[in-house]
């Protein structure tokens, strides 16, 4: 089934084997060029138990699976400098290190600790930066993400997206003990959290722009409703229960709309509902399906999908309604689009030849690029600084999460370690 059956709200439906909660990455394609950098392993009084985190190994796995660095391996490590003033930069130079990355963790009190980094240029023997962080045991792994981010960003003038979260969809159990959960879990599968578990179908989660709601939609009344839930209390409000179909919400920037699908007049259409007053705004009238809408990053437009052209492509409509464009024309089959965080492209699950992968779209060129070489890859999701984009397909006759740079050099795996994961959605900054 296409991946456009998303439209027809029967995605989950098909997924009926057991999973697990914890994501493991695999890194399935390198990107050639990467910069070479030395991760230290940290010093200090108290690293062997501080919180059974180790500090560097995340540093090293976050910046290695970013595709932009390639960390030594700690066997290739020839000293192990907790303190700059120990670091001997010819040394390094002889490794082809541009780069390292020295720090340490100091216990301060039961489960108290401080950690302090420094990010150092090897040729012209200096400090880029270097912090220090109060942190309790739990908050170790996030400060690691926090140290990644800033590295990242020194490096590559880039802002870094480590310190962020997916949400996604597992199923467990089969026939009538079938169980859906919607997760959150770190952008490298750890701390995974459960939202809601239901015995019935959950789809199509979308982050709010402050990244504390998810809308989502779950069919625990045997009926498609959508719902938005507070991420850290759990609380949680219905939004829509109309008659027919209330699918694939998508929160404005100012996280005061919702654009939605509904059947409620009889045909899928793209609305937008106030979410103060439930006021709704209908954008769309065809015979046509017209569903998942997606708001442009400055909120002024929404790109939709619609076979009113016959088959299933891309279209822009202003947020306050008017005449929809077309947008996309190569290939029989462009849905389920995507904004990067500049608004410039957008990613989308292309077709051909049977084949469904996931593909970015320059808006301004109009030119269309594939990056993936899967055969039912879908749901892409941007990451919140544009560098690699979320998506799902399949391996093993399951389904499993999946990640691309966003110009198809690097690929990463995540999965379960049995069962299906579905419908990734890779969450904004924290604000």
Known sequence: MKPYRHTLLVLLLLLARPAYSDLTIEITKGMEGAIPIAVVPFGGNDTAGAGQENVAAIISSDLSRSGRFAPLPDRDLVSRPSDIAQVQYQTWRMLNVDNMVIGKVNATGSQ??????????????????????????????????????????????????????????????????????????DSDGYNPQTILRSNQPLMSPAWSADGRQIAYVSFEKKTAEIYLQDVGSGSRRKVASFQGINGAPAWSPD????????????????????????????????????????????????????????????????????????LTFDGKYNAGADFSPDGRKLAMVHGEDGAYRIAVLDVGSGLLRVLTDGTLDESPSFSPNGSMIIYATEAGNRGVLAAVSTDGSFRQRLSLQAGNVRAPVWSPFQR
């Open 255 to 326: 996280g005061q709309r919702l654009a939605l699908t509904l059947s409620q007049d009889g045909n899928p259409e793209i609305y937008v509902m106030d979410l103060n007053s439930k006021a709704l705004n209908r954008l769309t009238n065809s015979p046509a399906i017209d569903t998942e809408p997606v708001w442009s990053p400055d909120g002024r437009s929404i790109v939709f999908t619609s076979d009113r052209g016959g088959s299933p492509q891309l279209y822009r409509i202003a947020a306050a309604g008017g005449q929809p464009q077309r």
């Open 112 to 185: 108290q600790y401080n950690v302090q980094f420094q990010l150092l240029d090897v040729l012209r023997t200096k400090q880029l930066i270097g912090y220090s962080f109060a942190a309790s045991g739990s908050e170790l792994r996030r400060v690691a993400h926090h140290i990644s981010d800033l590295i990242y960003e020194q490096l590559t003038g880039e802002k870094g997206a480590f310190n962020t979260q997916i949400a996604y969809i597992t199923t467990t159990g089969t026939g009538a003990a079938k169980s859906y959960t919607l997760m959150v879990a």
